[in-house]
């Protein structure tokens, strides 16, 4: 049976560590980045986090159920720093493209960090937080319950998936990374036109885009399938002389 974490209100009342150090969630989980980012997934450990905070690795669960509520904790710190100073500005499609750039943004600057986290799902303070902006600005743009629901979906699938797709790429040691970015260079753009005449066509593009991340643009294509979908249904309300009254999305 998991031990119970000990309320925080209590956890600050006891003593700093060997080294002076007065623990807390947020230290530990700074710590943790820290060590992802040194020596990967395989790397965090209670003995080496206890060891880099100076305290007994027992200590931490009194913070944390175990290592894996830790990632938990991990990839909900990365989402609140994604939306540390965000505010929705009523334009529904602009506030929805900063959300998913700067989810994806948190991820990719801790490509050790997203690569164990991306995929989970904590029911913690900062997710919770951005699930409820992501429905409120669907919501107020008016969309209904069900297309608010299913473009929600896609809108955080697509945005976790490209986080972890891009970075597990910088996770890579730096030359299996140069080596898969040269291959455009090396292969795809020497490959001759009499075999293979699209690829050589579109080599010069392709060694230049592929290289970067396709989460702006995916993320654009979702946007521009959502603004049509609302168009196509507000243009199906006429309103002759009347006053505006934004229609609502009907399953």
Known sequence: MP??????????????????????????VDTALRLLREHGSAGLTARRLGLALDCDPSTLYRYFRGMDD?????????IGRALAGWEATGRWRADLREIGLRIHSAYVAHPQAAVVTANRVSGRANELA???????????????????????????????????????SLALPSAALRADEEMWHSTYARLPATTHPRIAEAAPLLATRM?????????????????????RVRGSFPDPGGPQVRPVLRH
């Open 3 to 28: 031990k119970p974490v000990v309320p925080e209100d209590k956890r600050r009342r006891r003593r700093p560590t060997r080294s002076g150090t007065v623990l807390s969630e947020t230290l530990i």
């Open 130 to 168: 951005a699930d409820e902006a992501v429905l409120g600005v669907l919501r107020r743009a008016g969309f209904s319950l069900p297309h608010t629901v299913r473009i929600y979906h896609a809108f955080v699938d697509q945005t976790l998936a490209f986080a972890a797709l891009d970075a597990a």
């Open 70 to 78: 830790l990632t938990l904790a991990i990839g909900d710190a990365l």
């Open 211 to 231: 290289v970067t991340s396709a989460y702006p643009t995916a993320l654009d294509m979702l946007l521009d399938s959502a603004a049509a979908q609302l168009e």
